[in-house]
């Protein structure tokens, strides 16, 4: 059981455009979602977070007018990278978590690379 | 939450025990050790968490000192597929929103 997917598990995209990642709990209901970005040979940080029908927070130094969350559904939120640059290229994982215990399930990720 | 401190590597033979070590001095009496792990190019994998007493389960055993300030994490027959990086987290619990901060972990290699 808690199972998270991810899609797409990788993305090319030029620069200016925009591309939008879904994650989805499979078997489990998800209140809540992170999502989090992991730089080559770095540590995961977290982005947001985010309740279902509810706006997310974002962590400090995030653009939330550039990485758009929706969380409208309690199996799927999405992360959208608007006007994407090669800077933004990294790999980009969700975590979905229920009720008590409160673990989070995490997603397999996905690889952006921005040309 | 705490901060946590562990060596950035470490190596065990295939077979063998690995105990994982992380410090965390300044845990606070209502923060539980978390341990996750991260295979390369995939999302983490939880593995165990405690809060005072020892854990074990299906995966590995976590030894948390009487004091809290230290825990270690045993694989008790490491294989090659254990080979990840391991991070030990220091959390709150009580809500779904709470976070995990990650560190640097430390990167497990398992030797045939």
């Known amino acids: 059981g808690a199972v998270v997917s991810q899609h797409p598990s990788w993305v090319i995209c030029k620069s200016g455009t925009s591309v939008k990642i879904e994650c989805r709990s499979l078997d489990f209901q998800a209140t809540t979602m992170f999502w989090y970005r992991q730089f080559p040979k770095q540590s995961l940080m977290l982005m947001a977070t985010?309740?279902?029908?509810?706006?997310?927070?974002?962590e400090q130094g995030v653009e939330k007018d550039k990485f758009l969350i929706n969380h409208a559904s309690l199996t799927l939120s999405t992360l959208t990278v608007t006007s994407a640059h090669p800077e933004d290229s990294s790999f980009y994982i969700c975590s979905a978590s229920s009720g008590p215990p409160y673990e989070q399930y995490f997603g397999p990720g996905t690889r952006l690379t921005v040309t | 939450d705490a901060k946590t401190t562990q060596p950035p590597s470490m190596d065990c033979a295939e077979g063998r025990a690995a105990n994982l070590p992380c410090n965390h001095s300044t845990i606070s009496g209502n923060e539980y050790v978390y341990w996750y792990r991260q295979i390369h190019s995939q999302g983490p994998q939880y593995i165990i968490h405690?809060?005072?007493n020892n854990e074990t389960n299906e995966m590995a055993s976590l030894i948390i000192t009487e004091d809290r300030k230290s825990s270690t994490l045993i694989l008790p027959h490491a294989t090659l597929r254990d080979t990840a990086v391991y991070y030990c987290i220091v959390r709150v619990d009580g809500g779904s929103n709470y976070k995990l901060t990650f560190g640097k972990g430390t990167l497990l290699t398992v030797n045939p």
């Open positions: 405690g809060l005072k």
């Open positions: 985010s309740n279902e029908g509810s706006k997310a927070t974002y």
